[in-house]
């Protein structure tokens, strides 16, 4: 095992993005963060195949939801880090994907900065990015797409949420594929929404448990989406992408579901 790193410190925490899941999709960086941690919180969605490069004698601390259980509230997970940090243990917070993107790393940076304790982030692979690479697409395309939005399909609670028809109306006239994170338990409402600025047969694919042994897809439009969701039994981690680049695909599969 390499020894720690200066910048990994105790005292300090870093926040490392695990990647989609693929551990072979970790960084550089974030392995030697891994390794030189002596106390890891770990979320849901981090494969524990990444803990592979935690050192034997390190503490980890599963805080997400696993078999059905509740979640660990943040306020807790809040707490744990600090109280890490402040006992002088190297901490690293493993997140799914990067801890930028929907992983509510910014709250708990501010958190952690406000008590005074030095921060560091690692970036990680994107669900999003992953997935629509898994199928082979580019997310952007000189002829078909000049941008993506990452979005997610679940709001706040209290949050008026996103406003899918102006997105679908931009979507359309800016050329723009978009990545929804979060949108399967609101896919009957985004979908209705959605076709408000985008033809029925714009394609769509849904990626279940992307980039691991057992991701599913299914290639779609999004005129079918809600009916597809339901027919293959997808669920959520999944991520919902439109657009124009999934053209090629769609026709290829056309409507079909693999099991990897
Ligand atoms: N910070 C994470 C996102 C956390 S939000 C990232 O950057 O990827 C959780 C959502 O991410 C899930 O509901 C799902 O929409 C998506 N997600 C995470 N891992 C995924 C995977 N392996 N396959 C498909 N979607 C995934």
């Known amino acids: 095992m ?5 910048e990994f410190r105790p005292g300090t925490v870093t926040l490392v993005g695990a990647g989609p899941g693929d551990p072979e999709l970790l960084t550089l960086k974030a392995v030697r ?3 030189a941690a002596t ?3 770990v979320d849901d969605l981090v494969n524990d195949a990444v803990l592979e490069h935690a050192n034997p004698n390190a503490r980890i601390v599963h805080v997400g939801k ?19 940090a402040r006992e002088g243990e190297v901490v690293v917070r493993l997140k799914g994907g990067d801890p930028f993107v929907f992983g509510r790393g910014g709250e708990e940076i501010e958190h952690l ?13 994107t669900a999003g990015l992953a997935a629509v690479t898994a199928l082979g697409v580019p997310l952007t395309h000189r002829d078909h797409a000049h941008g993506v939005v990452f979005i997610t399909g679940h709001a706040k609670p209290g949050d008026a949420g996103t406003d899918w028809r102006a997105l679908a109306a931009t979507a359309r006239d800016a050329k723009l594929t978009l990545v929804i994170y979060m949108g399967i338990s609101g896919a009957a ?5 959605l076709l408000d600025g985008l033809h029925a047969d714009t394609p769509l694919a849904i990626i279940q448990h992307a980039t691991l042994a057992h991701q599913r897809e299914a290639v ?7 009916h597809t969701i339901e027919r293959e039994g997808l669920g959520s981690p999944a991520v919902i992408v439109v657009g124009d680049v999934l ?13 990897a």
């Open 2 to 6: 390499k020894p720690p790193l200066p």
């Open 33 to 35: 963060a891994i390794g």
């Open 39 to 41: 106390v890891l919180l």
């Open 66 to 84: 696993r078999g059905g259980c509740k979640s660990t509230p943040q306020a807790f997970i809040d707490k744990l880090m600090l109280m890490a």
């Open 113 to 125: 900065q406000a008590e005074g304790i030095g921060v560091q982030v690692v970036n990680g692979i």
């Open 189 to 193: 409402h985004i979908q209705q929404a």
């Open 220 to 226: 779609t439009t999004l005129g079918d989406m809600l």
């Open 247 to 259: 053209r090629g695909v769609a026709a290829a599969h056309a409507d079909l579901v693999r099991a």
